[in-house]
């Protein structure tokens, strides 16, 4: 089972984080190095203490270094400070590393670990970049803020494809996507259509979106329906944390994040810092994070005898506190006890729990779809954001239908997406945030011109207008959706 002694070791940035983090770091380094994991650990420092030095991100300039030389990290939990003025941690180190996938493995332990879903095995691969994790948000008027929800094809297709290639190398047999492309029909419209086309490139797999309302419900009340979910990113982020606690807790998952030249692992809980130093955490989450590295850096069969030892010990009754339970756990031990447990166990099958079987994996295939030429990309109007209190919708048509000039014409008057002129109705609340849209008035291109000389009507009216969005259609196709009740 271990690694031969000629195998080169492969090098690794560790960090040990925050709270719990080096006690369960400790325990996971020593359980796969007692393994015969070849790795040539560095170790950088994240988290509080560099926070505490004024660095904003959590992470020293030089650890990029080590980052950029090793490519691979294992990372402990650290504590996010509160208040403002922080950045996260997480969202840094994925965006700049371009770590697109998130990939949760949620499995039931049943009978060992108490579930309402003794049969649940599913992967969750969350988009990870995209999203409203752009963070790019804005307050307009007194009354209303946006965030930017920004769903990009080459984002789409790069974590549908791992999703199905992961699918692929871990003999799984359905990948299925969460949208809410009933309503969000541009942004999640996009991620399913992707879905469908790369889908087609893996006949062999079956198939299946479901709206993410009614897919989480189902998930949550027959987890054992699924096998890979793909999802854009918010969705992934809140759904993670409920497939990997109604397996039993979120102390047992850990994560991938994977990107074209760099992978972080680490355990999907935080530094619990109220456990720290007190030898009581459970290693398990981190450690399967570690497993998927060394799947990751080609040592499988190290991560094959790592996952195995860990479920013979599961199976034991060998349990931390947090899993513990009279009558099914058997000992209860500290985060150094259960190291020394998986470590004794090295070289064994569980016997009652389904030992896994780690194949040395085959390169993904990561090809980019053939480009698509691009399409006619046509001005066609704009709607101009107001912050206005100065009556109702009719008050506001009055001053800016004049507005109309050079072919563009007002269309329409919305209100937090709600159209509200022509034709609105009595009873929708009106707020301060008004979208007022003008369109072409025939089948001509609008020039940018056109555009500006409405800005400077609004501008000569004294209206106060907070943003532009322009409006073009893609071969035809309208690049806009249509307000509620248009
Ligand atoms: P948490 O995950 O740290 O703890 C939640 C609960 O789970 C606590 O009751 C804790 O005692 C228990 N728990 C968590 N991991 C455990 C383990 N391995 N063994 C036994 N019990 C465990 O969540 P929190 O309390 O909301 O956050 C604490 C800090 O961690 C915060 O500063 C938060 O920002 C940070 N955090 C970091 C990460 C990360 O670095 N990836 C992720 C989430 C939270």
Same mark, same amino acid.
């Given at each position: 089972?271990?690694?031969?002694?000629?195998?080169?070791?492969?090098?690794?940035?560790?960090?040990?984080? !925050?709270?719990? /983090?080096?006690?369960?770091?400790?325990?996971?380094?020593?359980?796969?190095?007692?393994?015969?994991?070849?790795?040539?650990?560095?170790?950088?420092?994240?988290?509080?203490?560099?926070?505490?030095?004024?660095?904003?991100?959590?992470?020293?300039?030089?650890?990029?270094?080590?980052?950029?030389?090793?490519?691979?990290?294992?990372?402990?939990?650290?504590?996010?400070?509160?208040?403002?003025? #922080?950045?996260?941690?997480?969202?840094?180190?994925?965006?700049?590393?371009?770590?697109?996938?998130?990939?949760?493995?949620? %499995?039931?332990?049943?009978?060992?670990?108490?579930?309402?879903?003794?049969?649940?095995?599913?992967?969750?691969?969350?988009?990870?970049? *995209?999203?409203?994790?752009?963070?790019?948000?804005?307050?307009?008027?007194?009354?209303?803020?946006?965030?930017?929800?920004?769903?990009?094809?080459?984002?789409? *297709?790069?974590?549908?494809?791992?999703?199905?290639?992961?699918?692929?190398?871990?003999?799984?047999?359905?990948?299925?996507? @969460?949208?809410? !492309?009933?309503?969000?029909?541009?942004?999640?419209?996009? #991620?399913?259509?992707?879905?469908?086309?790369?889908?087609?490139?893996?006949?062999?797999?079956?198939?299946?979106?479901?709206?993410?309302?009614?897919?989480?419900?189902?998930?949550?009340?027959?987890?054992?329906?699924?096998?890979?979910?793909?999802?854009?990113?918010?969705?992934?982020?809140?759904?993670? !944390?409920?497939?990997?606690?109604?397996?039993?807790?979120?102390?047992?998952?850990?994560?991938?994040?994977? /990107?074209?030249?760099?992978?972080?692992?680490?355990?999907?809980?935080?530094?619990?810092?109220?456990?720290?130093? %007190?030898?009581?955490?459970?290693?398990?989450?981190?450690?399967?994070?570690?497993?998927?590295?060394?799947?990751?850096?080609?040592?499988?069969? +190290?991560? *094959?005898?790592?996952?195995?030892?860990?479920?013979?010990?599961?199976?034991?009754?060998?349990?931390?506190?947090?899993?513990?339970?009279?009558?099914?756990?058997?000992?209860?031990? &500290?985060?150094?006890? @259960?190291? !020394?447990?998986?470590?004794?166990?090295? /070289?064994?099958?569980?016997?009652?729990?389904?030992?896994?079987?780690?194949?040395?994996?085959?390169?993904?295939?990561?090809?980019?779809?053939?480009?698509?030429?691009?399409?006619?990309?046509?001005? +066609? &109007?704009?709607?101009?954001?107001?912050?206005?209190?100065?009556?109702?919708?009719?008050?506001?048509?009055?001053?800016?239908?004049?507005?109309?000039?050079?072919?563009?014409?007002? %269309?329409?008057?919305?209100?937090?997406?709600?159209?509200?002129?022509?034709?609105?109705?009595?009873?929708?609340?009106?707020?301060?945030?008004?979208?007022?849209?003008?369109?072409?008035?025939?089948?001509?291109?609008?020039?940018?011109?056109?555009?500006?000389?409405?800005?400077?009507?609004?501008?000569?009216?004294?209206?106060?207008?907070?943003?532009?969005?322009?409006?073009?259609?893609?071969?035809?196709?309208?690049? #806009?959706?249509?307000?509620?009740?248009?």
């Amino acid at each position: 089972m271990t690694a031969t002694l000629t195998q080169k070791k492969t090098p690794i940035t560790v960090a040990y984080g !925050d709270g719990i /983090g080096p006690e369960i770091m400790d325990a996971t380094l020593r359980i796969i190095n007692a393994a015969g994991a070849q790795i040539d650990q560095e170790t950088i420092e994240i988290g509080e203490a560099v926070y505490n030095r004024g660095i904003s991100n959590g992470i020293e300039p030089s650890a990029w270094d080590s980052l950029r030389r090793t490519r691979v990290f294992l990372k402990a939990p650290i504590t996010t400070p509160q208040g403002g003025g #922080f950045k996260s941690l997480n969202v840094t180190v994925r965006k700049t590393l371009g770590l697109y996938a998130n990939v949760r493995p949620c %499995q039931s332990l049943s009978p060992y670990v108490a579930t309402k879903h003794p049969n649940m095995d599913l992967v969750i691969v969350r988009e990870n970049e *995209e999203d409203v994790y752009g963070g790019i948000e804005h307050r307009q008027t007194q009354q209303v803020t946006q965030a930017l929800k920004l769903i990009s094809r080459p984002g789409s *297709e790069k974590v549908i494809r791992y999703a199905f290639e992961y699918a692929k190398q871990n003999n799984r047999k359905k990948v299925t996507a @969460f949208t809410k !492309d009933n309503i969000l029909k541009m942004t999640d419209g996009l #991620f399913h259509k992707v879905f469908d086309e790369i889908g087609s490139d893996y006949p062999d797999i079956e198939k299946e979106h479901w709206i993410v309302d009614i897919g989480a419900a189902k998930m949550a009340d027959t987890p054992e329906a699924f096998d890979v979910i793909v999802m854009p990113n918010l969705y992934g982020d809140v759904l993670s !944390d409920v497939a990997a606690q109604i397996t039993g807790s979120v102390g047992l998952a850990g994560s991938a994040n994977i /990107g074209e030249h760099f992978a972080m692992f680490e355990a999907i809980h935080g530094s619990a810092p109220r456990r720290a130093g %007190q030898n009581l955490a459970n290693p398990s989450a981190l450690l399967l994070g570690a497993v998927m590295m060394l799947n990751h850096i080609h040592q499988s069969e +190290v991560a *094959e005898g790592v996952h195995n030892a860990w479920l013979t010990t599961m199976e034991d009754g060998i349990h931390t506190y947090d899993i513990y339970k009279e009558g099914t756990s058997k000992q209860k031990v &500290g985060t150094r006890e @259960f190291g !020394d447990a998986v470590i004794e166990r090295l /070289g064994r099958t569980p016997r009652k729990l389904k030992p896994v079987k780690y194949l040395t994996s085959s390169a993904m295939d990561t090809h980019q779809r053939p480009f698509k030429p691009l399409e006619e990309k046509r001005l +066609v &109007g704009v709607d101009v954001f107001v912050d206005w209190s100065g009556g109702g919708p009719d008050d506001l048509a009055e001053a800016i239908v004049p507005l109309a000039t050079d072919g563009l014409s007002l %269309q329409m008057i919305s209100n937090r997406g709600t159209k509200v002129w022509p034709g609105g109705s009595p009873e929708t609340f009106l707020s301060d945030h008004w979208t007022c849209r003008f369109i072409a008035d025939g089948p001509h291109t609008v020039s940018h011109h056109a555009v500006l000389n409405v800005l400077h009507g609004f501008l000569a009216r004294d209206l106060d207008f907070i943003k532009t969005e322009l409006l073009y259609t893609f071969d035809g196709k309208p690049g #806009f959706s249509l307000a509620q009740g248009q």
